[in-house]
């Protein structure tokens, strides 16, 4: 009791330390993009600016005409993606799960070999694929690559596979098909593993870098990861527009974290009893 007594404002010390160390830098860059850009590079770490401004957002907006393009590519490609995702990873985490056809362990393992290929080994052939469909600097190129993902595919049927059976027998004696039981019973069930799933697709496709670089060149296409990267100048770096920019950046994904995680935090504990 009393080694419990002690530790336990241990724990709660170190967690509040590392709280503080992670917050810091996000604490920093939002400061940072209230600060003019000659506080900025004149160094000091002061979380209050000493010359509070909005021309920083106003400066991305306004003297920036793409940025709002680019808000608007981020956000098209993102809802696209984590859209697809949660239909054809659940369909197909759903057949593997439940249906039992000639090939699906085959299909099970092929999936489970595409996990430990690196993503960056498929770059090369997703551009060339690309080339030769004409779908570069195009929606359709940033988006169809990414509308299934093994990993999440894997994880909805680990879902599934302890789905209660039970649940599906009652809707199959109602007289639904496989289909409509899949729509109106299973799905909303899975909502958790969907909230889980959607928060890291979409927190994956906002973020991506490396594919819009790979097959975008014209400004009007890019999505924000890589229009952030025009607010560095050959000799300096616009440190208060990025760090404005950064901010209207994140705040997409926090808003869908915030959405989806009461569903993420239910998907710990569910068990299909509802």
């Given at each position: ?7 336990q404002?241990l ?10 160390i992670?917050l810091?830098?996000f604490a ?28 920083n ?14 808000l ?13 995702n949660?239909?054809?990873?659940s ?7 439940r ?10 393992a ?46 909805m049927?680990q ?9 599906e027998?009652?809707?199959a004696?109602?007289?639904l098909?496989?289909?409509?039981t ?6 909303p ?15 994956g ?12 060149s ?5 999505t924000?990861?890589?229009?952030l ?16 920019a ?6 997409p994904?926090l808003?869908i ?13 569910f068990?299909?009893g509802?």
């Amino acid at each position: 009791m009393k080694r419990s007594h002690f530790l336990q404002p241990l724990f709660y010390s170190i967690l509040i330390a590392y709280a503080i160390i992670t917050l810091f830098p996000f604490a920093w860059a939002l400061s940072a993009s209230f600060k003019p850009l000659a506080e900025i590079v004149e160094g000091g770490m002061h979380l209050i600016p000493q010359h509070f401004t909005w021309e920083n957002y106003q400066h991305i907006f306004t003297a920036s005409p793409l940025f709002g393009r680019w808000l608007f590519n981020s956000v098209l490609v993102a809802v696209f993606i984590t859209s697809f995702n949660l239909l054809f990873n659940s369909m197909a985490g759903y057949a593997l799960a439940r249906i039992h056809f000639p090939g699906n362990n085959l299909i099970f393992a092929l999936i489970l070999a595409v996990l430990m290929v690196p993503g960056q080994i498929t770059l090369i052939p997703t551009f060339l694929i690309l080339k030769s469909l004409g779908w570069l600097n195009t929606y359709q190129g940033l988006i169809v690559p990414s509308v299934v993902n093994a990993t999440f595919i894997f994880m909805m049927r680990q879902f599934f596979i302890n789905f209660p059976k039970e649940l599906e027998e009652a809707a199959a004696l109602d007289g639904l098909n496989r289909w409509q039981t899949f729509w109106q019973i299973v799905l909303p069930l899975a909502k958790p593993a969907l909230a889980a799933q959607a928060i890291f697709v979409f927190m994956g496709a906002w973020n991506n870098f490396l594919m819009p670089l790979m097959i975008l060149s014209d400004p009007a296409m890019f999505t924000l990861p890589l229009g952030l990267n025009t607010f560095k100048g050959q000799y300096i770096s616009y440190w208060n527009y990025i760090m404005a920019a950064s901010m209207v950046f994140t705040l997409p994904a926090l808003a869908i974290y915030a959405f989806f995680n009461r569903y993420f935090i239910h998907s710990v504990t569910f068990t299909g009893g509802k």
